[in-house]
């Protein structure tokens, strides 16, 4: 029988994530930029990643396109220190490198970007927080805003990965992504989308973003306006290539401004993760096992474990059906499950959810089957009747029914 309508478990999940990055950038929220992973998590949702305050602490999903948020004031000090002086050959090489003020970042890309008027500057040195640079800038075409934020991610974590990862068109709306390799090991990942994911506003948002094999962070953004949000298209498309963005995010200058930044005592250097250490298996490959003959799967996601999804077609259209592994949910089963739930013989609460999409997608439906065992691992699997949940429906109802999905979250599959 039908439930009411609840909210969606990936945004549950995304909102959690926001709310801790929030902490670590304080209450200016002054870092840049895109998309993003936890997926249910950044990547796959592609919301807006806030620039990585350091240590290895991630990235913040805001919404795709979410704004460049700024403090109130820049950073402008130190006018006569340089990009380059971050380097310092003539100190110790036991010596920590010495902080980039704001001006001096200002300065770098200004000197990275093609000849033409700035305006607008403020910053953030490595002293003072997640450092970020953004400015407007005119080649005579139009004003388009620019905007570079750093930071440092766990070399060869998950988060790494995830970071120049190009996401899955179910959750996002872009135009061409590609990852490259650079020669000294380094992925960058450049893409061609959208400020606002309803295309209500045509203003376009190219990102870069590399991550080093030392785990530095360069994420780069440009748009077509001179500001992320609210502002007049200025020309039709933002002033630089893919291959400036590449160029520009590549600069050695980032990275000593990254290695100058003051290491976080607070966090760990590597970022601990729920789904190590309860050893979940990949969803979409898991998933895709788990799914009945005859239907064909056109897109899903990576290996991860933690978040994925797969759009399948049984011949009666294009289903997105999502799944979500969590471990130590148990503390919020009383939020989860309510008198309505069933809870098994072993001790496993069920939870059925049947109600319209979220996500504006014209007679959308999600249903959803919520799962918590007794150690609070939660599998909790969504299913739509659109290949997206923000494009209209393609069929009456979702690819699989709610038997099948009451079957997949209970399936011993999902654990190594």
Known sequence: MPLEQHSDPFEEQLSAGMRHAAGAF?????????TGAARGRRRLLLRRRAAVAGGAAGLALVGVGGALLLPGAGSRTDRTSVAADSRHPSASPSAAPSPVSGDSLIRTLEKLLPSGKFSGAEARGTDEGAPYVHLVFDDGKGAAAVGVGLGRVQPGSDQARQVTECPGKAYAHYDTCGTSRLPDGSVVMVLQGYEYPDRRVDTKWWNAELVSPQGHHVS?????????????????????????????????????????????????????????????????????????????????????????????????????????????????????????????????????????????????????????????????????????????????????????????????????
Not at 26 to 34: F, I, N, S
Not at 316 to 332: E, P
């Open 220 to 416: 780069v953004s440009e748009w077509n306006a001179a500001a992320e949000k609210d502002a007049p298209i200025t020309r039709s498309q933002p002033p630089l290539t893919p291959a400036q963005l590449k160029h520009i995010a590549s600069a050695a200058a980032w990275r000593d401004a990254i290695d100058a930044m003051p290491a976080d005592k607070k966090k760990p250097t590597a970022e601990p993760s729920a789904t190590e250490s309860t050893a979940f298996a990949p969803v979409a490959p898991t998933l895709k096992s788990l799914l009945p003959k005859g239907l064909t799967v056109s897109e899903s996601s990576g290996e991860d474990s933690g978040f994925g999804y797969v759009v399948a077609d049984d011949g009666k259209g294009r289903s997105l059906v999502q799944v979500n592994v969590q471990a130590g949910m148990a503390d919020v089963a009383g939020d989860l499950f309510g008198s309505g739930a069933e809870t098994l013989p072993d001790g496993t609460r069920v939870a059925v959810h049947q109600g319209p999409g979220e996500k504006g997608g014209a007679g959308v439906v999600m249903w959803t089957v919520d799962t918590l065992r007794t150690d609070g691992t939660r599998v909790v699997i969504s299913a739509f009747n659109s290949g997206a949940q923000d494009t209209a429906a393609t069929r009456k109802t979702p690819v699989l029914t709610l038997a099948r999905l009451r079957s997949i979250a209970l399936s011993p599959k999902w654990f190594l």
């Open 26 to 34: 304080e209450t200016d929220r002054a870092a840049l930029v895109t």
